[in-house]
């Protein structure tokens, strides 16, 4: 019974891949209409796809399928002309890092006392 739950929510996943995919092309939206999409049939509204090994796996190979497309649109040159950008956004996460795990630290010092 299992291997038919992960057929299925394959398949819910694939129905709102497609209809998030003609959203996007009908109204051009950007990514939000498959984080949209995402939530709606998540565990938050319809549970048609839970949070399981399937769906952890293929968030993981998404998120991969993402990095190669933006590597193959990225060029050298485009990278030196976004120099003051990048130094500016590392530093800014960098320093958000810095600030969140100095917040953690004092926090779980003075929650053990």
């Known amino acids: 019974m299992n291997g038919l739950l992960g057929i299925i929510e394959i398949f ?5 891949g ?9 109204y051009n939206t950007g990514v939000g209409v498959y984080i949209i999409m995402g939530v709606i049939l998540g565990p938050s509204i319809f549970n048609c796809v839970s949070i399981s090994y399937l769906s952890t796996t293929l968030s993981s190979l998404g998120i991969l ?4 497309e933006i590597g193959l649109h990225l060029s050298y040159k485009k990278i030196i002309l976004l120099k ?5 956004s590392s530093l800014s996460i960098l320093l958000s890092i810095i600030f969140l795990s100095g917040f953690v630290l004092i926090s779980s010092i003075y929650s053990k006392t």
Do not use: D, P, W
């Not at 819910?12 to 709102?16: D, R, V």
């Not at 399928?65 to 190669?68: D, E, I």
């Open 12 to 16: 819910y996943i694939c129905l709102g």
């Open 84 to 88: 003051e950008y990048l130094i500016s």
């Open 65 to 68: 399928f993402v990095l190669f």
């Open 18 to 26: 497609l209809l998030g995919y003609f959203l996007y092309s009908k």
